[in-house]
């Protein structure tokens, strides 16, 4: 059964920190592999990583993907409070453009 | 672009209603996808639609229905809702890699 799992569930953090968030995979035909940024309403997309892009970054954002162990982290260095968010860890599949996600990691940073 | 639009952002319904759930997008995507959000579950396919007129089975498919009449609109049903049901839904659509979501909707089946 294909399946994607993060960890930690949750993690609370101070302002300035730096966190590393964690997303194994078990899919076939995988594609790509993606992570979002959920506030209160829609996800909204960060970064898209393939064979082909298998590290990238955005400012204090940076994602790597390991294929070879199916696993990606996202990191986040000198977090803000604006960071505070569900970080959604996804895996496209087929040709289809079809998604599988796993629970989410919820963060929290702390003035 | 008004991008991915969800219509209503909130409805109560009581068990054994229906309703359905309008999904629009501009961009002309082809692919379009009706999710549901539960807590500590992520996003779990219910239904997709790779193009006008075609619609196929997700991960989560039963108690819903959809349709897929229009290349811009994505309709999800539900014939007769159950508690189970109530959940925070949204559409997603794509031109095959990365999707753009809707604001979602907040459904409570009492």
């Known amino acids: 059964e294909d399946k994607v799992v993060q960890s930690p569930l949750s993690l609370v953090v101070h302002e300035g920190d730096t966190v590393t968030l964690n997303c194994s995979y078990e899919v076939t035909n995988f594609r790509s592999l993606l992570w979002y940024k959920q506030e209160k309403k829609a996800p909204t997309f960060l970064f898209m990583l393939?064979?082909?892009?298998i590290e990238k970054k955005s400012g204090r954002l940076s994602s790597i993907l390991d294929k070879k162990e199916l696993s990606s982290i996202l990191n986040i260095t000198a977090t803000q409070t604006g960071d505070s968010a569900i970080y959604l860890c996804?895996?496209?599949?087929?040709?289809?453009?079809?998604?599988?996600f796993g629970q989410g990691t919820t963060l929290q940073v702390k003035p | 672009n008004a991008g991915v639009t969800q219509t209503p952002k909130f409805r109560v319904l009581k068990t054994g209603q229906s309703m359905t759930l309008l999904c629009a997008q501009d961009?002309?995507?082809?692919?379009m996808y009706w999710y549901r959000q539960d807590p500590g579950m992520g996003l779990r396919l219910i239904h997709y639609?790779?193009?006008?007129?075609?619609?196929a089975k997700g991960e989560v498919p039963d108690g819903y229905n959809v349709s897929r009449l229009k290349k811009q609109n994505f309709l999800l049903g539900l014939e007769s809702a159950a508690p189970s049901q109530t959940s925070v839904y949204f559409c997603a659509s794509s031109y095959g890699n990365e999707q753009f979501f809707g604001p979602g909707t907040r459904l409570t089946v009492l």
């Open positions: 961009m002309n995507h082809e692919y």
């Open positions: 393939t064979s082909s892009g």
């Open positions: 996804a895996v496209s599949y087929g040709n289809t453009g079809k998604l599988i």
């Open positions: 639609s790779v193009g006008e007129g075609t619609t």
